[in-house]
T-cell receptor
Framework: DAKTTQPTSMDCAEGRAANLPCNHSTISGNEYVYWYRQIHSQGPQYIIHGLKNNETNEMASLIITEDRKSSTLILPHATLRDTAVYYC?????????FGAGTRLTVKP | DTEVTQTPKHLVMGMTNKKSLKCEQHMGHRAMYWYKQKAKKPPELMFV???????INESVPSRFSPECPNSSLLNLHLHALQPEDSALYLC????????????????FGEGSRLTVL
């Protein structure tokens, strides 16, 4: 019973913004939205997380809708090194379970 | 030091062997995790330790035996494995407290790639 729904794959042109959507319509009040990515053959890497407000850090921005039922991860200027599988996770801290994720391919 | 170190990076074992995977972190994290990842699949949660005590066991077969000897170390003991247990085994750690400073961010190691013959 997946908590999140993400597109299987997406393409993005190098230098353009990559917008990765995630649906989490059954999110509960205290659950956070986390984003991780996994570059081939490496361990997953934390990107960003949020509860209700939009968040931004040096890697990305996270936009969460007001009803918290969906969110979008934004990579503002995608590079070839951003090619990876991106996982959206709805969770309490310390109970991180991964869904299928979105395979993002950044193309020259 | 924000690293989680896993050894060995690669392990090949027979179905009758006994081996162990090791994980170490020095970030003062008190929650540690084992995940299993098959090719082209997401990581699957296996075990969670909180303050050196097992808090989550996702119905993992007993041929996998976790151990947390202290707050910095996490082991996964392997015995009588099957070829279908071949996978990448990932260790992670995080803070374990309910305070506002706990972001829930997991720090992952690079994994141990296990092949069972």
């Amino acid at each position: 019973d997946a908590k999140t729904t993400q597109p299987t794959s997406m393409d993005c042109a190098e230098g353009r913004a990559a917008n990765l959507p995630c649906n989490h319509s059954t999110i509960s009040g205290n659950e956070y939205v986390y984003w991780y990515r996994q570059i081939h053959s490496q361990g997953p890497q934390y990107i960003i997380h949020g509860l209700k407000n939009n968040e931004t850090n040096e890697m990305a921005s996270l936009i969460i809708t007001e009803d918290r039922k969906s969110s979008t991860l934004i990579l503002p200027h995608a590079t070839l090194r951003d090619t990876a599988v991106y996982y959206c996770i709805v969770s309490y801290p310390n109970d991180m379970r991964f869904g299928a994720g979105t395979r993002l391919t950044v193309k020259p | 030091d924000t690293e989680v170190t896993q050894t060995p990076k690669h392990l090949v074992m027979g179905m009758t062997n006994k081996k162990s995977l090791k994980c170490e972190q020095h970030m003062g994290h008190r929650a540690m995790y084992w995940y299993k990842q098959k090719a082209k699949k997401p990581p699957e949660l296996m075990f969670v330790y909180s303050y050196e005590k097992l808090s989550i066991n996702e119905s993992v077969p007993s041929r996998f035996s976790p151990e947390c000897p202290n707050s910095s170390l996490l082991n996964l003991h392997l015995h009588a494995l099957q070829p279908e247990d071949s996978a990448l085994y990932l260790c992670a750690s995080s803070q374990e407290d309910s305070g506002a400073s706990n972001t829930g961010e997991l720090f992952f190691g690079e994994g141990s790639r296990l092949t069972v013959l």
